[in-house]
């Protein structure tokens, strides 16, 4: 008795055999089916493609016209047969003359569309711009991506990152949260992405494997002006992020002895005047003066009162937190900003500063005066709060040169 032929079977000889690209995909653009032909053309596999949207074989520049084909669809409309580039799994661009046909489900819905397609060459110089475009946006040294609505990445271009490790293609289908290892939708860098699916342009850093990136992401849009996604760019911007550190940190610190100079310290300090008042905070500011450097420089040479400022600074950088700034006032004059403290705890580390000095056995031997100012106890603006400390610095200065004064005198009457 003869065995039936099964359609299925049919079906399934005539999708690997044929020479076109066939492709069902559903309403929402993912492949059902994958013919042998459609392997051939494009460079994935069934296994690879089933079940995957049929948008990572879609360049930037056919987004809308894709969106629209499965808008039609929807609408139980077939679209018209035409061109359309695609993308092959290598990344390289093919021009595709399409055909569809429209599925219809159990109760005559559309459910779904097949896809005809037929590669075409480009002769001489008809290839079109966009094509031209896509060359070019292979070569750019960076990421380029865009994504749909949920933040899933739906194209991805460019040379790549070095020290990444990312080939063009490698991000289609994952989510954006991967690529920038963020999952928090209100801060940076997955929050300009929210941005740009509410219509906005931005630009963000972020670091990923020891590297910073500069970023950039736009509302993707149809061609009447919807927004159905983002387009974002990302560079390696680690070399110049370094060269700024080390003119901010040459222009914002005092280069003898590593401290924040003046200007910074000035500024800090007005910023928390700013944030204390409008919290109703407490903090203080130290001024320092190191002891006869002109004596230390005239009798052991300057370097040796160089050596005394980088020994003060070293000493006040190791009695501070973290939080707090040091810096370099002026030529032997010191200031330290002390964040959320109060007078006893600026008279702990003035206590602390002044007795490692004391207790330090390298010459020659180094003193300092101090002087403190509470905020708001002693004033509630930079000028008031630098006042004080200094009326208190050389209030202990006098007293301290009053007293070795008496000392000496009495050396010289024994």
């Not at 160089?306 to 030529?331: F, P, Q």
């Amino acid at each position: 008795m003869p065995h039936e032929i099964r359609p299925e079977d049919l079906l399934a000889v005539l999708l690997e055999t044929s020479e076109a690209a066939v492709i069902a995909f559903t309403l929402d653009g993912r492949v059902a089916c994958w013919s042998g032909g459609a392997e051939k053309l494009y460079g994935y596999t069934a296994s690879e493609m089933t079940g995957e949207s049929l948008a990572r074989l879609t360049p930037i520049y056919e987004v809308a016209a894709w969106e629209t084909l499965l808008e039609q669809a929807r609408r139980g409309e077939s679209p018209a047969e035409g061109q359309t580039e695609r993308l092959r799994k290598d990344g390289t661009p093919v021009r595709v003359m399409t055909r569809y046909r429209l599925l219809h489900g159990s109760q005559g819905e559309a459910a779904g569309l097949v896809e005809i397609g037929k590669l075409l060459e480009w002769r001489g110089s008809e290839a079109p711009p966009e094509l031209q475009l896509r060359t070019l946006m292979r070569q750019v040294p960076g990421i380029v991506w865009t994504c749909d609505q949920n933040l899933r990445i739906t194209s991805h271009w460019g040379a790549g990152i070095p020290g990444l490790k990312i080939r063009p293609g490698d991000l289609v289908g994952r989510s954006v949260c991967e690529l920038l290892e963020s999952a928090n939708r209100g801060a940076s860098p997955l929050s300009e992405h929210y941005d740009a699916l509410a219509g906005n342009r931005r630009q963000f850093e972020f670091r990923r494997k020891g590297r910073v990136l500069g970023g950039h992401v736009a509302p993707l849009r149809r061609a009447g002006g919807e927004v159905i996604g983002c387009v974002g760019i990302a560079h390696d911007i680690t070399e110049r992020k370094k060269s700024e550190e080390k003119i901010h940190y040459r222009a914002t610190h005092d280069a003898l002895t590593g401290l924040a100079n003046y200007r910074e310290f000035i500024d800090t300090l007005e910023r928390e005047t700013k944030r204390a008042d409008r919290g109703r905070g407490s903090f203080t500011v130290l001024l320092l003066d190191l002891d006869d450097l002109k004596r230390i420089n005239d009798r052991y040479g300057h370097l040796a009162g160089n050596r005394a400022l980088r020994r003060l600074a070293k000493v006040m950088t190791e009695h501070c937190r973290s939080t707090d700034l040091a810096a370099r006032y002026g030529g032997d004059e010191f200031g330290v900003l002390l964040i959320d403290s109060d007078a006893a705890m600026a008279e702990q580390v003035a206590e602390r500063i002044g007795h490692y000095l004391q207790n330090d056995e390298e010459k020659p031997k180094l003193s300092v005066s101090i002087g403190i100012g509470v905020f708001p106890a002693d004033g509630r603006t930079s000028q008031e709060l630098l006042e004080a400390a200094d009326r208190q610095l050389y209030k202990q200065k006098r007293a301290t040169h009053a007293k070795s004064g008496m000392s000496v005198a009495l050396g010289k009457q024994g």
